[in-house]
T-cell receptor, first 114, second 113 residues
Framework: ELKVEQNPLFLSMQEGKNYTIYCNYS?????LYWYRQDPGKSLESLFV?????AVKQEGRLMASLDTKARLSTLHITAAVHDLSATYFC??????????????FGKGTKLSVKP | SAVISQKPSRDICQRGTSLTIQCQVD?????MFWYRQQPGQSLTLIAT?????????ESGFVIDKFPISRPNLTFSTLTVSNMSPEDSSIYLC??????????FGQGTRLTVV
């Protein structure tokens, strides 16, 4: 059974600081997604990581994937208040043939304080 | 990218009744997915809906409680039947796969009283 573990579940940061969110998964997969969710809103796609060693960056966020370690990271650089949200990682259930049915981590609730 | 329209966006329902949620996609897709997000929790896959065949349900979800229709390649419905307060959640439909992003509708916030 595929399990996805995220940590930390809660993260309070000061503006300007750096931090990393970790996402471990239990079985082989080659599709990993990062999403952002604001309170009362749906999911916003941040990154799709499709291969070992993949690294993607958008603004202050950078995501990476190590399929051998079954680990993805979401690194936050010089946090700003606008990044406050809940971040989810998700892994596709179907190795070798992504169909879009995802297992989600529990989410990391990020709060960036001035 | 895909644009997904979901409705209703929210509803308050009496226990014992049923609610049907609609999901419309702006392009043809083979598979559509329905997720549930209970208050303060992560997302859990309910079922996968293929056009022309019965939906495939995940462990813990049954067709009698969550019947799904998929009449064509751009539309699906999820019904939450015989509702109880424990069904209060956000329900989201999603499309995607084959390396592309998985896109989500805006969700239906259901409160059962």
């Amino acid at each position: 059974e595929l399990k996805v573990e995220q940590n930390p579940l809660f993260l309070s940061m000061q503006e300007g600081k750096n931090y990393t969110i970790y996402c471990n998964y239990s079985t082989t997969s080659d599709r990993l997604y990062w999403y952002r969710q604001d309170p009362g809103k749906s999911l916003e796609s941040l990154f799709v990581l499709l291969s070992n060693g993949a690294v993607k960056q958008e603004g202050r966020l950078m995501a990476s994937l190590d399929t051998k370690a079954r680990l993805s990271t979401l690194h936050i650089t010089a946090a700003v208040h606008d990044l406050s949200a809940t971040y989810f990682c998700a892994v596709d259930m179907n190795y070798g043939g992504s169909q879009g049915n995802l297992i989600f981590g529990k989410g990391t609730k990020l709060s960036v304080k001035p | 990218s895909a644009v997904i329209s979901q409705k209703p966006s929210r509803d308050i329902c009496q226990r014992g009744t049923s609610l049907t949620i609609q999901c419309q996609v702006d392009s043809q897709v083979t598979m559509m997915f329905w997720y549930r997000q209970q208050p303060g929790q992560s997302l859990t896959l309910i079922a996968t809906a293929n056009q022309g065949s019965e939906a495939t349900y995940e462990s813990g979800f049954v067709i009698d409680k969550f019947p799904i229709s998929r009449p064509n390649l751009t539309f699906s419905t999820l019904t939450v039947s015989n509702m109880s307060p424990e069904d209060s959640s956000i329900y989201l439909c999603s499309v995607g796969g084959w390396g592309r992003e998985a896109f989500f509708g805006q969700g239906t916030r259901l409160t059962v009283v």
